[in-house]
């Protein structure tokens, strides 16, 4: 009989700590699918933030190597640096990517360091117990917007993809979500396309992806999945910020 | 090879390259400009080197982590403010037993201070100077000659106890020219460390973290880093005399002060005062059984250095009250000449009752 589905290879065989309904482990499960698709286990190395998924390396059957919070750009370029020939990718959340990382991170895309970023965002800070992140919604109510996110006081949802796509060295970045099996496929579907990039010594990529996190928004799995729909989409839309790669889709 | 006539922030920018260093990543503070320029003309075209001058001090030290990560000699350099953006990640770098050199060309402080040489940062660079428990290998050259041998041997420290060293020098050191030797050639192939993040080719996948939920795990990795550095204190522990055999007061001063001090000490030797030094060359680990050493024949200490008196602190705790311990110190970048330090040598010696 065919096997249709099975573990990933470079998937360990370890049970997710994630909530239930967190996005994390089916992001974690498609990179690992299409590192193994992409034949990239043996090059890859990885690196994971302080937050939830700082134990991103108990799943990936990869070299990882911990970033300090924020910084994971630019550990990315060091590692690039010293040892070209590796895959280079950072799993970042949006308070470490969009907020205390983002002068690291808009640095390393202008250089275009041929590095792929993985963008979780979810709207929150998720391991420190939901508080307000850089990408919170207007009116989104957190640990510390108890009142909602109030414009005069918090500012605005920042729209870091949209930033750097500005800067030149930034070639692909692509946002999608992970809230439906069709999300599901166009997300992996621009995992590969980032990893194929950096392969191609092409420049910067980044993969931004809505991702639930019904714990810290105090909703069920399937709540949390119609909200990316119905709310976090309409500051956020999907589909490709930009594609200087001058290369068409696989499929 | 024949003696050179360079800048010591150059000299450092050579050496660095001989002993096999692959990457350097540094932001623009002055005074050691000439360095991070040294590094863009010489490094940056090399064979399988990289230079990159970064968007912060906080982004060249996480550049050299992600080099060691991925087993390259890699280096940053700053000055005093700067080095105080880049304590974050050299915490990292200890708590991940990853080697990296970092030099400070230090500069008068609290704040953004003054640029003029000065040694304030003492306490910041022996004590950790990050969050957490741990020690970094803290070298104090004091000539041109000295920051281009110690900083070749920074890197083989470095490896060969798999932690960041620091070279704690100071704008003056920097600055002046002096002639200088350099002792080894530019290796042919670049040092890779064993155990490098480089795939998992043939080999299990490997992880580099300092995080663990656990206490009682992180407790033992404490301890780990600290048998470690008893090893270090054993080992490494370097520190110079000039004239201590017959002496009744002991001057303790390091890198630029200790030059200043020995024109001061000679100048109280030619009018017959019995004057010696040591200089500490490990500011950590510090040659604490040396100066207990000394107090078995000196009863007198004078620690001079160009703050308000931070390694006097150690002198006084090596000593255990077996001597009797002075002070003086110029903060702030202010340079004291030989004969202020006579002045005050020879006050102290006649207010002791030496003579």
């Known amino acids: 009989m065919e096997k249709v589905y099975t573990r990933p290879r470079s998937l360990k065989k370890v049970t997710f700590h994630y909530c239930p309904g967190c996005g994390h482990s089916i992001v974690h499960r498609i990179m690992c699918e299409v590192i193994d698709e992409m034949n990239l286990q043996e090059r890859a190395i990885g690196i994971p933030p302080p937050g939830c998924s700082v134990f991103a390396y108990h799943y990936f059957d990869v070299d990882m190597a911990e970033s300090a919070h924020g910084r994971g750009a630019a550990v990315a370029t060091g590692i690039k640096r010293a040892y070209p020939e590796a895959i280079v990718f950072t799993y970042q959340g949006d308070g470490d990517l969009a907020a205390i990382g983002t002068g690291e991170t808009i640095h390393a895309a202008n250089r275009g360091e041929r590095v792929t970023a993985i963008f979780i965002n979810n709207a929150v800070y998720g391991m420190t117990g939901g508080q307000m992140a850089p990408t919170t919604l207007l009116e989104q109510k957190t640990t510390t917007t108890p009142y909602g996110r109030d414009i005069k006081l918090e500012g605005y949802p920042i729209k870091i993809s949209e930033m750097l796509a500005l800067t030149k060295g930034a070639v692909y970045i692509e946002r999608t979500a992970v809230n439906s099996p069709a999300n599901i496929r166009k997300t992996k579907k621009a995992i590969h396309k980032a990893f194929q990039t950096q392969i191609d010594d092409l420049g910067f990529s980044l993969v931004e992806i809505l991702s639930p996190c019904p714990t810290n928004w105090r909703m069920t799995p399937l709540e949390a999945w119609q909200w990316i729909d119905k709310v976090m989409t309409k500051e956020y839309p999907l589909g490709v910020i930009k594609d200087v790669t001058g290369k068409e889709d696989a499929d | 090879m024949p003696k050179v006539l360079m800048t010591g922030n150059a000299a450092i920018g050579e050496a660095a390259i001989r002993a096999g260093c692959q990457c350097y990543f540094g932001y623009p503070i002055t005074p050691q400009n000439e360095l991070t320029e040294y590094m863009a003309a010489h490094l940056s075209r090399r064979k399988g080197c990289s230079f990159i001058q970064a968007e912060s001090e906080i982004a060249a030290i996480n550049m050299v982590y992600g080099a060691s990560v991925a087993g390259a000699r890699a280096m940053t350099s700053s000055s005093s403010p700067g080095i105080s953006l880049k304590q974050e990640g050299i915490s990292y770098l200890a708590a991940c037993e990853l080697p990296a050199?970092?030099?400070?060309?230090?500069?008068?402080?609290?704040?953004?201070?003054?640029?003029?040489?000065?040694?304030?940062?003492?306490?910041?660079?022996?004590?950790?100077?990050?969050?957490?428990?741990?020690?970094?290998?803290?070298?104090?050259?004091?000539?041109?000659?000295?920051?281009?041998?110690?900083?070749?041997?920074?890197?083989?420290?470095?490896?060969?106890?798999?932690?960041?060293?620091?070279?704690?020098?100071?704008?003056?050191?920097?600055?002046?020219?002096?002639?200088?030797?350099?002792?080894?050639?530019?290796?042919?192939?670049?040092?890779?460390?064993?155990?490098?993040?480089?795939?998992?080719?043939?080999?299990?996948?490997?992880?580099?973290?300092?995080?663990?939920?656990?206490?009682?795990?992180?407790?033992?990795?404490?301890?780990?880093?600290?048998?470690?550095?008893?090893?270090?204190?054993?080992?490494?522990?370097?520190?110079?005399?000039?004239?201590?055999?017959?002496?009744?007061?002991?001057?303790?001063?390091?890198?630029?002060?200790?030059?200043?001090?020995?024109?001061?000490?000679?100048?109280?030797?030619?009018?017959?005062?019995?004057?010696?030094?040591?200089?500490?060359?490990?500011?950590?680990?510090?040659?604490?059984?040396?100066?207990?050493?000394?107090?078995?024949?000196?009863?007198?200490?004078?620690?001079?250095?160009?703050?308000?008196?931070?390694?006097?602190?150690?002198?006084?705790?090596?000593?255990?009250?077996?001597?009797?311990?002075?002070?003086?110190?110029?903060?702030?970048?202010?340079?004291?000449?030989?004969?202020?330090?006579?002045?005050?040598?020879?006050?102290?010696?006649?207010?002791?009752?030496?003579?």
């Not at chain 2, 009682?216 to 055999?245: C, G, H, P």
Request: a positive charge.
């Open chain 2, 101 to 355: 050199v970092i030099v400070n060309m230090s500069r008068g402080g609290p704040g953004l201070g003054s640029i003029s040489a000065a040694q304030s940062d003492y306490f910041q660079a022996t004590r950790g100077g990050g969050h957490g428990d741990y020690r970094t290998i803290v070298l104090a050259p004091s000539s041109v000659q000295e920051l281009a041998d110690f900083t070749h041997s920074a890197f083989d420290l470095a490896d060969r106890y798999l932690i960041p060293v620091i070279i704690l020098g100071d704008g003056m050191l920097g600055q002046m020219m002096e002639p200088v030797e350099f002792k080894h050639e530019a290796p042919d192939e670049l040092p890779i460390r064993s155990r490098a993040l480089r795939g998992a080719k043939g080999r299990p996948s490997r992880i580099i973290k300092t995080f663990t939920s656990k206490p009682a795990e992180l407790e033992e990795i404490n301890w780990s880093l600290f048998r470690r550095y008893q090893l270090i204190k054993k080992q490494e522990t370097t520190y110079d005399t000039f004239m201590v055999e017959d002496a009744r007061l002991i001057v303790v001063a390091f890198g630029i002060a200790a030059r200043i001090a020995k024109g001061a000490i000679n100048t109280a030797r030619a009018n017959g005062l019995k004057v010696g030094m040591l200089r500490p060359i490990t500011l950590w680990p510090f040659p604490t059984e040396e100066v207990k050493e000394l107090a078995k024949n000196a009863k007198q200490y004078l620690v001079f250095e160009m703050n308000m008196g931070q390694m006097v602190e150690d002198v006084q705790l090596a000593l255990e009250g077996k001597g009797e311990v002075s002070f003086y110190g110029r903060p702030g970048g202010v340079i004291p000449t030989p004969s202020e330090v006579y002045k005050v040598i020879s006050r102290l010696y006649y207010q002791k009752g030496l003579k």
